[in-house]
Nanobody
């Protein structure tokens, strides 16, 4: 069993920044491919960023590319999402997710086995 707990969300003005964190417990963290997803009210959950288990490869949604950075610290069992130049369109509940075996499409929510409870990010204009 894997438990994921996000933190770092909050209210920020447009143009500001936040850093989300996700701590994992359970199996060795280095075994997990990880992802960040978000869900805005009335919308489907969407992929934001993903990182392979070693941290060697990262993937981003076009909407956040160049503004967000995903990183993984296997020694601390931590996943991060640095979010810069935030806009009101980034307002959503952000979730971290873990995939414990091989992954075919790191951008697909269906690939992930475990999810955190989410953390709210609100960007005011």
């Amino acid at each position: 069993q894997v438990q994921l707990v996000e933190s770092g969300g909050g209210l920020v003005q447009a143009g500001g920044f936040l850093r989300l964190s996700c701590v994992a417990s359970g199996r060795p963290f280095s075994n997990y491919h990880m992802g960040w997803f978000r869900q805005a009210p009335g919308k489907e959950r969407e992929f934001v960023a993903g990182i392979m288990r070693s941290g060697s490869s990262t993937y981003y949604a076009d909407s956040v590319k160049g503004r967000f950075t995903i990183s993984k610290d296997n020694t601390q069992n931590m996943l991060y999402l640095q979010m810069n130049s935030l806009s009101p369109e980034d307002t959503a509940v952000y979730y971290c997710a873990a995939r414990t075996w091989g992954v075919k499409d790191i951008t697909s929510a269906r690939e992930y086995d475990y999810w955190g409870q989410g953390t709210q990010v609100t960007v005011s204009s």
